[in-house]
């Protein structure tokens, strides 16, 4: 009976020892459970994210696919109005020989205009203005006195901007600041 009671004292112990090891496997069991747990949590964000950001970026292209469609047309259109528009400013509106046909380049060019702005498709004349190498191309310089340095003196051709972005820049004669003259010979004695 002695023994009996031992062994009954023995019992609990092991058992205890047994929902020990148990309960200490089961907290790593658990440490390691949770930890996936944020692992998959983690990658579920950066897959939305990724989701998301590719949503956005098909959006933006399916914009700018809309927005500049017409960049070939419209440049290749572009020499076309440079033409009308050369043709009137080398026509003498006082001749009356070609009055007719002036007039219908006239019609012509305004018919153009009004397209392209219906279209977000606006010219770049910046006869004056700053040389602003963003828009315009500068073909020469030019000294000048009476304009101010850097500036637009001549334009040769127009530039077009379709919906806010360059199609061709405006190729311009930029002003500089006259050269000081040397001193003369009778300045020198």
Known sequence: ??????????LPDVAAD?????GVELDARIQVLEEELAAAQ???LRMAADLQNV???????VEKAHKFALEKFAGDLLPVIDSLERGLELSSPEDQ????????MELTLKLF?????RYQLEAIDPHGEPFNPE??????MQESAEAEPNS???VFQKGYLLNGRLLRPAMVVVSKAPAEAPPSIDEKA
């Open 152 to 154: 637009v003196l001549k």
């Open 42 to 44: 983690d990658q579920a």
């Open 18 to 22: 047994a929902d020990k090891a148990s």
């Open 1 to 10: 009976m002695a023994d009996e009671q031992n062994h009954d004292t023995q």
């Open 55 to 61: 949503r956005r970026r098909a959006e933006q292209d």
């Open 113 to 117: 205009q009004d397209t392209f702005k």
């Open 97 to 104: 020989s070609i009055k007719a046909v002036r007039e219908g």
């Open 135 to 140: 828009h315009h191309q500068a073909m020469a």
